[in-house]
């Protein structure tokens, strides 16, 4: 078995930094073949057990399917439904609801599995916290097999694998492609692993990538300096602007997502359509909606041009239903090739390269 | 692919309309056939995505085994419950609790499986509203693979096929067999999808059809027109009765199920068995308890009669304990032939005539 | 089909008295030879239905990879959760949330599957209640297939046979292998079920056992009564003691677990660490807080003992961290065999001796 980038000796799949920029478009490759010429039963045998510590449709389902699909099985297990509460944190007397520690869970369920999948939501405690990520980095520490993200607090990295076959397909190459990732309103802050996991991922791609996003709402540093560092890898590139149109002129890719600001309290609950007071700053805030992406966004865009989005989405609040009922819209395909982007990095976790 | 009854190239049993009488007689037929003689790995290959908007016991694990014993598989997903809640309405901004449209999750999942299968109840607003059975519509509207019903607000289809493959096997025949309906208390008012079911299969199987409620719980027009076509095709007949008695003389069937009140929203509540009090109206409430089966309601009924019911049933409340537990009750042979009914119906889903 | 111990013609599971001694042993030769050897597909076409009444990560994540890994699978129902509420009692008028009896449910999936597990705690009312064992008792006396305990109000066999197990692997053999139950503090009163079959399965395993509790936490008499026959036929023994340190002695293993008082209502809930208050009562109990197993408890004890626990375990109140990440413990490797112990046990039930 060959060795992962992050120098252990297990496939473990959790940050496009455990890829790197080939093994990534080695597995875009991988998934564009599997997908014309199916694998048949490349995972028989393969047991994986995953585990939701927050809600999911596309993922559970689709990487289900991959497993079952291919041969092997899965197990789904639901954190604080029907199963005990995880402890991640280390030196606390555990008196109160948790009743387990990450410590015995995580190497128990790999005696069992041949690789875990884990689903954990950002705490929305800051950024530096997500970027340390505790939950999933407790299960890559504690787990005597490989461990896939299925989205942490930092990443979604087969989202970003999915989006990056999509551009792909739709445009016959990723390097070169302009791309625009825009935020969008919301009723809530959300959190950051998807534009996270669509910038890193499209750099690693070699796109030519331009974020928008209104002051306040920068990504974090340690992910822009990552994105940097791929693009130049890549022969991509990535730019910043607060200007929506600008970013979108001549762009390929309107890539819609919210999520929370940066700093900001007042605006870590974004934009709430639903509360209209007399306030300045709530006023500032409302402006933002303008930000939600409609078929006049596409103007200035190139003519090919598609929306792009993780799901699920709000429609008339974070992209026009309009302009989702559209052809513009490749939201579908785009998750359909989570399948796809599943069945390729699965493929490499449980038969290597 | 053959066309199914209801126009569209997919074949979809949502309702009993998609099959038409011919096609549910045949269905009958496959599911009598495959009972002898198993059909082995007829579902090799194939992936069922089932969405559960409302509980199940015998619905989830008798498609669940239906599919795994056909050497498919399955995935099993409940709305609000590790997964988002879906929105099924258009034209209103998603600023709520549901996060999710049908719009996408529905296309969504048709991507990863073969065949969705839907469990959601009526939302108990009014017959017409039933009638159009908005969630299960969608469903149909926006998946690119067939729709299959595992109980919506008209109808539970498979239900309907499972009962009358019971029929057939005690009496032989389902044609020209007498089988009463007869509403029965409960402690509130329940959907009319399984007494609709039941109404349209007989009628389908050519059944001696006798329907007793008591004044004020009519079944929908839409569905008791709809019963009397299919008894004209199929060579049965269906009556309806208030005098309970006389609907079980001679029948062989007496099938118990509590519904809520046609129109009385006084009556929609049933008959509350907990919190007498001194109403008039209560009173005429209380005197529905006469209705529910016990021993002595089969007196009149034919030596050979049975007990049927969908389940779950509640004992001594619905009907009484001691008739469910006397060799009278075909309940568990009913629910068993659940598994047989969906063999037949996934098979033909999957493979066709 | 060969009887089980029990008198039933089906090969039922549930308590060790189904089992027996030499039975119970032979299982554990089979788990053994099993583990060297893996048997591959013998569960195929095996279908399990799953029923949990509580919580669970290892025995459902254990259960449904023995099937899934034998070529079998599993259908995973949890009661309350997405299924009906059920009813076990008899002669109530149902007009309560339970909506479902066990009297239809049980022998309804006995019909889709070809065994039933069930996971069912104790109600806390007492211990001749835990006797009974109320639920479980239905499913064996309503089912058609056979029943296997997840764990119920009296044992937990599965866990025991782990346990059995874990022992023969670090040790050799269990007979003369002298080993320690011991009981640790908790922040509430736990059932029984699991010292219970770590006592009954060592007894019946030949095992030299001790039993160390504070006074008033006595292990019900019907258990130690079982366990002392079960020690006269293997050549094991037991003994009691309120002597932590004594019980230790020399001993090889250290079995940790916390369980409620026998009858005094001021200790059911046991150790509460988080409100101390400046009552006598209380400072008894805050005593007990020396029960937590530490690594100067294994000062007495053998060179080679190590620390057992069935997991999940409260770190730093049931079971000292430090002790938990040493090499001492066994925990991991335990709850590894509870998929070994399982296979067994499943092979037996459906392939026989």
């Not at 564009?32 to 389902?61: C, E, I, Y």
């Not at 994105?227 to 910043?240: D, F, H, I, L, Q």
């Not at 395909?333 to 493929?347: I, K, P, S, T, V």
């Amino acid at each position: 078995m060959s060795a992962s980038k992050s120098g252990s000796a297990l496939r473990h799949a959790t940050h496009l930094s455990d890829l790197g920029v080939a093994r990534f478009n080695a597995l875009l490759e991988r998934a564009a073949r599997f997908k014309q010429d199916p694998p048949g039963a490349h995972l028989a045998g393969k047991l994986l057990g995953m585990v939701f510590f927050n809600p999911s449709l596309r993922t559970r389902a689709s990487f289900e399917a991959v497993m079952k699909r291919g041969g092997g099985d899965a197990i789904v297990l639901e954190v604080g439904n029907g199963v005990w509460k995880l402890e991640d944190r280390d030196g606390i007397a555990m008196d109160g609801d948790r009743a387990e520690h990450v410590r015995e869970a995580v190497p128990v369920l790999a005696r069992y599995c041949d690789a875990l999948a884990v689903r954990t939501f950002s705490a929305g405690v800051s950024d530096a916290d997500d970027d340390r990520d505790p939950v999933i980095g407790a299960f890559k520490r504690f787990s005597t097999v490989p461990v896939v993200s299925m989205e942490s607090a930092r990443e979604h990295p087969c989202q970003g694998l999915a989006d990056m076959l999509t551009v792909r397909e739709r445009f016959g190459a990723t390097r070169g492609t302009p791309v625009t990732l825009t935020w969008a309103p919301h009723i809530k802050a959300l959190p950051k692993a998807v534009p996270d996991s669509f910038l890193l991922s499209a750099a690693a791609a070699g796109c030519e990538v331009r974020v928008a996003h209104p002051e306040g709402f920068e990504l974090p540093d340690s992910v822009t300096h990552e994105a940097a560092r791929y693009a130049r890898e890549s022969g991509g590139s990535v730019t910043y602007t607060h200007d929506q149109a600008a970013a979108i002129t001549g762009t390929r890719v309107v890539y819609a997502k919210a999520w929370g600001a940066a700093t900001e309290v007042g605006l870590r609950h974004a934009v709430d359509t639903r509360k209209p007071k007399a306030d300045p700053e709530l006023d500032r805030i409302r402006n933002l909606r303008e930000w939600m992406p409609t078929a006049a966004h596409f103007q200035r865009a190139a003519t090919d041009a598609v929306l792009m989005h993780c799901l699920p989405v709000r429609r008339d609040v974070e992209v026009a239903a309009a302009l989702l009922d559209s052809p513009r819209s490749a939201v579908v395909d785009e998750a359909g090739n989570r399948f796809h982007a599943q069945r390729a990095l699965l493929d490499w976790i449980f038969n290597g390269d």
